[in-house]
């Protein structure tokens, strides 16, 4: 009698693409993947069939992209794997966050519609759309004034990049679009609601970006009311009130959705969650002691603890938001995979070859002895999220002679980010709560032995790497198998899952002891720039002011 | 009846190889030149024909290479001009300084004795040999301690380049080499002995590069005698007491030399100069009020006064060092061109194009606004010669992005030298010493004119630029029209050959004041930088500390 394998389907939609994988319920293997990029990917320049230009700081993206990816990605797993939709009891899905845009009443995005598909306002904002900094700025200084209850979850500042930021700047440039928007919601609910035909709202992305809290709920009209007139009722007039948890089902397959995917109506649906978030348990972390980095362009720290303290510089600490019953603690860095693929395309102007050139620089660094380089840098290309919550930072390389190499240079930026990390690190052991080691997940750990070494060897701790190389999507199907329960052959909870459909990879990295005391000493170093550039008068601030001012204004060009 | 041309011939002596000019007397016409690379070059790595590996900051040549680039060019005008010997009533030679070497007392140069020749201080050391930077530390903290006189005219810091610096090494590494030196002798008087068959020592390279002064000669023995037991008589032992200045006449050349060039026994040589003070005059600069700024790989600025003050950081002040009977202040920049074509390099690792590369660089800086690029550099890629006098500092790059592109790097490390060159002004200006324009000269005006606005703009100066391509040279051949006197129809001074021979270029940038306001807000950045980082317990101090231990220990390397 052979068994009936069980499956469930993960969507992750990242920032240029989106990736469905079909996995074994049993034992977490991946039956098939499928992987479908966006036509009109970030949409930074002009938005598509338009003239209109964006300013610096946009980052927007077409719903109707995801549609499409959604559906070609669920139809090529099952495609590809053999496996039947009968077989596949749930699907899950997880995003970039805070990603979000204007919808009507009926889900219907406003962009859509031809009287405001001009206007940049009624496209989905990216999480990356850092063009909302005044309004974030105002809320900082606004709930300072207020001293609002829920800033020390925050670390006491919030970021351009989050709901009510993006929010406020719909309400500040374009009333006629905030108007029109029977619903502001995150794009991840927003795909459930396309699933299952419900409007719902998820814990994770309620509590880390929309300042939610299953405890307080959500900030105070009142404080609403102080940002701007008409935004005291954002919550009530814009957002569904319904929060619902990882792990609980959103609702099942509607008939629209089969059409679109594939799947069976009926099938369940889990309730959406964030991609950085979705991969801890992934990554096989399901209780205190491990931080998950999650690895890519940028990097996202989450860190499970139990009990709820005050991080400075955190983005957020929220119950239930990783793990049930345990707090989640994120911290992030804004630039990683970027700040080095930015080096790699300094070197290859001319187009011929980015990989050539990364594996070149890779051999030439890994040739170098700690603080062989003479190089320290500021890893704040895309300024600094985690500790000091601030997109106006800009990075610094220090140490340059005529002797200094391309190799020298790279790996000063593989190391200056594993310094922010270890800032990050600091932050969470100074308010008690411990990191033992790193579980290590994303595109950067297979691609980049040399960052995984320089991360065991400046941290002080062993590396682990997740066996999956898609983890959120990996965790989105291990989420779908909760919300289908065990009744249809899924799991008890996000532990179980994780004890059946996650592991390790055998590559381990343990921190070289003999490179202790010179990292010591780089370290102070980079500790020092990071406290006194981050100041508000520093140098690094003024350059920022001038080239602001510079990008205004029309100078004669010598 | 037709005027007899007159001629001089004046040979500059630089980093890579030797330039001659022939120069009508009359009206400074340039009839014809010949230049000649040292087969050697830059000795950095290896010596030739041996094995033996130079430490890093180790930058010698060889003396036969100057014989040989000698003879060839003034042969080589002589017969492309077809002035005959007859017409050349003087030659008149250059040299980069300190550029030293060991002889013996007839002149010959250890390196060229079998028992020496593998042994690198028998080598001429290059003035931008680094390597005794412990030598300069001890001479700068002794000079402190007894209080010498001397301090105050050289800023109160004396740099590893220069003479004594250069000599103690020799004793402390290799005192079989110095006790074997009859002489150690600038490479310029050298080759003027070669020239007459007389030794003899200039005032210029005596005053800006071995502490002396007209009025007190050289420093005290007890001074030496502070530094090294052996060292005491150092001046008695090793150097020639007789100075002389530009403009005399040193001797004539002998049998062996007319053999050499196929210049005429008897004809006039005059004495030796350093080759950026001999640019002055050649830039038509005679009198006080004017910078000269020979900017090559680095720049060297001088400025004439009528009295001598002290400026903290100038590499000397010597009275008739440039013009007789006025003060030369002496500063300068380690690394310009150089810091350049770093960046250059650093682009064009394919090795495919520099000079592409470069233009590309040059046309993307162009199109930026002041400010735009968002970047501040400190540019002291090749440490800091004023008015820091460290050749241990380091450079440094603030306020790069994910945006930041490959023009707006390089317009910062243009702008940073010049913000460099303001520092310098404003040392002379605060010693009460005016500068009312710069006149450029070398190698960089002519192919960097984006260089030369910044400069207008950022010093707030207008920038007048020398006619000659080749004012080193052009200024040996004036001075070798003086040292030959009205009588063999030369000039009676070097005013008077200034008058005759030196022109300007109708090239001339005027500052652009609508740049002034965002200039002075990056002015003010560099300077703050600029004085924070070369405290001494600064970041990047600390980080060179890091780097010359990791250079001298032995690590596992990921």
Redesign the interface.
Known sequence: MTRTRRATVGVDFGTESARAVLVDVSDGTELATAVHSYAAGVIDRRLPGHDIELA?DWALQDPDDYVEALGLTVRGVLSSSGISPEQVIGVGIDFTACTMLPVTSDGTPLCRLPEFRDNPHSWVKLWKHHAAQPEADLINSIAETREEPWLDRYGRRTSSEWFFAKALQILDESPEVYAAADRLIEAADWIVWQLTGIESRNSCTAGYKALWSRRHGFPDPAFFAALAPGFADVVAEKMSLEITSPGQRAGVINAAAADLTGLRPGTSVAVANVDAHVSVPAATVVSPGSMVAVMGTSTCHLTLADTEQVVPGFCGVVEDGVVPGLYGYEAGQA?VG??FA?FTR??D??G?GESD?HN?LERQA???????????ALDW??GNRSILVDADL?????????????GD?YRALLESTVFGTRVIIEALNGAGIDVHDLVVCGGLPYQNH?LM??TA?ITGRPVRVAASRQTPALGSAMFAAVAAGPALGGHESIVEAARHMASLSSDEYLP?L??RP?YE??Y??YR??HDT?SESTS??R??????D???Q??????
């Open positions: 610096p630039a970027d700040m930015w300094l070197l102007a001319d011929r050139t070149s890994r040739l170098l002895k700690p603080g062989e380089s003479g190089l320290v290309w895309n800009t990075g610094l390389i220090l140490g340059t002679t005529l002797a200094t190499t391309p240079i040399l070494q320089l060897d070289d003999s490179t010179v000493d780089l102070s170093i020092e720039l550039m140098g690094m003024r350059l920022r002011t001038v080239q001012r510079a990008r204004t029309t100078v004669s060009v010598p």
